[in-house]
């Protein structure tokens, strides 16, 4: 953005690489390219970790199980995971982030904030960085990214969603209460299916919808996420990129292909989950208050 007028305003650009997983590997494996992928395994109990674009076409999504997925594309085919493969290539795009920009706030190894108010480059335009970045990402890597940038991370998260895949989407100053305000309120960051629905039922349709009530009753509706919903709105947002954003958790989830029936199986296999997550946290030096166990049941 360098548009007269904005120039006291951040520049946030949010970078989303094109079903990341997916990708990798369809870079790697010719025989995938142009075919409906699915990252994950196969099995009874498999879940989809990450579909490629040819998938979601079918209705494919990461998070659905193995055998749905199936049943919406015969043809997909299903590959293992190789998790230290995208954790290399995340960490090279992470070097692409780090020619840009100091303020670098990593969301996930497919995504991250930069804030390029002050961009080492000196190009004076977050557009013109986010098609830099773009174009040294797919050079060096073979990869896709999305790109949205705006004066907010609300906005700049929104507008990576607004073209993708492969798409680059400003949304500026001046144009950003009346996006919000005919923007669904499903796409929200942080407005999950259940919340939308509800949103829905009391007639809350857009964000314009939302701006008509006052802080009052959004508390009364939707609790502590009414003071978000009261500035998101607006298109206001004033969290900082943090490059120093600190992970609130570490855990580790197992699905077993056939199921766990004695004790003594259980406690061998939560020993192994045990043992993964503590060498996580002795690596990064943190330390716990809290520990959660989640057991899904065959069942589920």
Request: proline residues 4%; glycine residues 8%.
């Amino acid at each position: 953005m360098d548009i007269a007028g904005d120039r006291a305003v951040r520049k946030i650009i949010h970078l989303d690489m094109d079903a990341f997983f997916a990708s990798v590997e369809q870079r790697d494996d010719p025989r995938l390219r142009g075919r409906p992928v699915a990252v994950g395994a196969a099995g009874r109990r498999g879940v989809v970790a990450a579909a490629s674009y040819e998938a979601r076409r079918f209705g494919v999504r990461s998070a659905m199980p193995s055998v749905t997925a199936l049943r919406r594309c015969p043809e997909l085919v299903f590959v293992a995971p190789r998790f230290d493969v995208y954790r290399a290539v995340s960490l090279q795009i992470r070097g692409i982030f780090a020619r840009y920009s100091d303020l670098v706030e990593p969301l996930s190894l497919d995504e991250a904030y930069l804030d390029v108010t002050r961009d080492r480059q000196e190009l004076g335009s977050a557009l013109r960085t986010a098609q830099r970045i773009r174009a040294a990402i797919l050079a060096e890597t073979g990869l896709t990214a999305s790109a949205g940038v705006s004066y907010n991370k609300f906005l700049a998260k929104i507008a990576s969603d607004h073209n993708k895949p492969n798409g680059l989407f400003v949304i500026r100053p001046r144009e950003g209460a009346g996006f919000v305000a005919a923007l669904p309120v499903r796409r929200f960051y942080g407005v999950g299916p259940r919340t939308a629905e509800r949103m829905e039922r009391l007639g809350i349709r857009v964000g314009a919808d939302l701006r008509a009530l006052d802080l009052a009753t959004l508390s009364r509706y939707f609790g502590k996420s009414a003071h978000y919903l009261y500035h998101a709105c607006r298109g206001i947002d004033e969290r900082p990129v943090r490059p120093d954003r600190i992970r609130k958790s570490i855990g580790r989830e197992r699905t077993y292909a056939e199921d766990l029936t004695s004790e003594a199986e259980l406690l061998r296999a939560l020993e192994a989950v045990v043992e993964s997550v503590w060498q996580r946290i002795h690596k990064s030096g943190a330390s716990g208050r809290t520990v959660t166990l989640k057991v899904k049941f065959a069942d589920f």
